[in-house]
């Protein structure tokens, strides 16, 4: 008795003393927060290579496991299971995924980036030209209005000249030549980090897909032995949720975005509208992001339209809905389905909480990562109901008054 109350005592006094240390810690961050996120900086930079690694390990899993698989079924008639059937196995979606991600690249840098460059340049040296044109339509526009076109107009000058002198003139390139030297070796240098890190990445991504497995089993294992059996089951079901949400999410939105890039291109080509592979580019990205991204990429494409042609702006906005309508309601759904069970409006929260905090990065995660949380929260609280005897069903609770204590009856 008095070693079982002496163990009480113990267990109580670890818990105090950990709470102690929690908040002296959290009164710390709190205190030096500026040096804490300095710190956090210095290690992102630091780990940025094995970030990049793991989100393309990640992202080329599904490609690594169906090749690995059909390697596998394809050399079991001629090799018995064992470590050089999987090596092979491994070596093919090794060399599937690793020839996928140049491809990609390739892609980008062969057939996409020049066109872009050749459609930036083209934006820059028609400027004047174009400034021109959109004048002239405003001032027919309005004609009747000589008040507010001559307002617009000055206001649309304004615009044009800041922008031809930023362009097209060096009159603020020679005071400021030091600030333009360290600029471009600032810039050279972030390319050359950036580079290295990305194959860096592309090395630890190689690492990460051929030992995933062993990882998982990793920390299952830690898991089974640092919490009793029940919890270690619901966590590591917790944790095949969490992957199955941002899986299916993250890659159904990025292939959901490729589709309406493709389809943009080929529509504005049909129509003939300039700049077709920037704005589809334009278009393709942004729609990665939920909600916002049609507006973020409809916007400034309109805006280079209307450089050409009013009229052919008003019917790129017309295809842009179209298309858009078209994925919200059928190719949307059809890829991604119900990944998330959140309601537009929680999809809309998520968007804005998570693009708060973390910029861009958490305009794109936020909506599976609110998923988990309200997945989880929501399976906590039915949870608690259950072990009260109460129901577990939103829509009793919708004209409730009160619950009567003894009965447990809802009383409305």
């Known amino acids: 008795m008095n070693e079982h109350k002496f163990r009480d005592y113990i267990y109580w006094g670890v818990t105090a003393v950990l709470a102690i240390v929690i908040c002296i810690a959290a009164a710390l961050i709190f205190i030096r927060w500026q040096t804490v996120c300095l710190a956090v900086k210095k290690l992102n930079r630091i780990l940025s290579p094995i970030l990049y690694g793991a989100i393309l390990a990640y992202l080329l899993t599904p490609i690594y496991n169906r090749v690995y698989t059909k390697t596998d079924r394809l050399l079991a008639p001629y090799m018995k299971k064992g470590s050089k059937r999987g090596g092979l196995a491994k070596a093919a979606a090794t060399a599937s995924s690793l020839c996928f991600l140049v491809a990609v690249i390739m892609g980008l840098v062969w057939l996409i980036l020049p066109r872009v460059f050749e459609s930036l340049m083209g934006i820059i040296n028609s400027i004047p030209s174009s400034a021109a044109r959109v004048a002239l339509w405003i001032e027919t526009l309005f004609a009747d209005y000589p008040d507010i076109e001559v307002a617009v107009m000055n206001v649309y000058n304004q615009g044009v000249e800041q922008l031809v002198s930023w362009v097209q003139t ?59 059996l029940p919890q270690a089951n619901e966590m590591v079901e917790k944790w095949r949720f969490i992957h199955k949400v941002f899986g299916g999410y993250i890659i159904g939105k990025l292939w959901d975005s490729l589709i309406i890039g493709i389809l943009t291109f080929v529509w504005l080509s049909i129509i003939k509208m300039p700049y077709t592979v920037l704005i589809s580019v334009i278009v393709g990205v942004t729609n990665v992001i939920p909600f916002f991204g049609p507006f973020i990429g409809a916007v400034p494409s309109a805006l280079l339209v209307l450089l050409v042609s009013p009229k052919k702006c008003l019917w790129f906005l ?95």
Request: glycine fraction near 10%; proline fraction near 3%.
């Open 318 to 412: 017309l295809s842009i809905l179209a298309i858009q309508q078209l994925d919200g309601n059928i190719i949307g759904p059809k890829i991604l389905g119900n990944s998330t069970g959140l309601s537009s409006f929680w999809v809309l929260f998520s968007i804005l909480l998570f693009g708060g905090l973390m910029g861009p990065v958490g305009m794109i995660v936020g909506v599976p990562m609110f998923a988990v949380i309200y997945r989880l929260t929501a399976e906590w609280v039915n949870k608690r109901l259950k072990k009260k005897t109460l129901s577990t069903v939103t829509d009793d609770y919708g004209d409730l008054k009160h619950i009567d204590e003894e009965k447990r009856t809802f009383v409305r």
């Open 170 to 228: 060096t009159t603020d390139l020679l005071p400021n030549i030091e600030k333009v030297i360290t600029g471009v070796y600032t810039s050279i240098m972030g390319v050359v980090n950036l580079v290295k890190n990305a194959l860096l990445g592309m090395i630890v991504m190689v690492y990460l897909l051929n030992i995933k497995d062993t990882l998982a089993a990793q920390g299952k294992k830690i898991i089974y032995s640092l919490f009793p």
